[in-house]
Nanobody, 123 residues
Framework: QVHLVESGGGLVQAGGSLRLSCAAS??????????MGWFRQAPGKEREFVAV????????QYADSVRGRFTISRDNAKNTLYLQMNSLKPEDTAVYYC??????????????WGQGTQVTVSS
């Protein structure tokens, strides 16, 4: 099981940007064996898919609500996943999590979650 640590969240005004990171405590060979995704959970709502990136980082998919504003990327040599978030909106406020993700189904591969990182966007 890969241990995941998310960071980079914070408080930002609407229209601002943040870059989230997800450090995985796994060998490079293990980390690049998984497609990786970002999910988020707002207060009182279910956790939802945000973005996914394939094993090599060439292919990505996004939720409709973030497409064109967020960019997912990965550095397999550093065992790190990123989420660049631009043009943030108050409705992006949530705790953001990374996890190994099924690329086609856009679902977590298992129940392996880190502690998450809080993103708060003020209007």
């Amino acid at each position: 099981q890969v241990h995941l640590v998310e960071s980079g969240g914070g408080l930002v005004q609407a229209g601002g940007s943040l870059r989230l990171s997800c450090a995985a405590s796994a060998s490079e060979r293990s980390f690049k064996s998984f497609a990786m995704g970002w999910f988020r959970q707002a207060p009182g709502k279910e956790r939802e898919f945000v973005a996914v990136i394939n094993l090599t980082g060439v292919s990505t998919q996004y939720a409709d609500s973030v497409r064109g504003r967020f960019t997912i990327s990965r550095d397999n040599a550093k065992n790190t996943l990123y989420l660049q978030m631009n043009s943030l909106k108050p409705e992006d406020t949530a705790v953001y999590y990374c996890t190994p993700t099924h690329y086609e189904l856009l679902r977590p591969l298992n129940d392996n979650w880190g502690q998450g990182t809080q993103v708060t966007v003020s209007s």
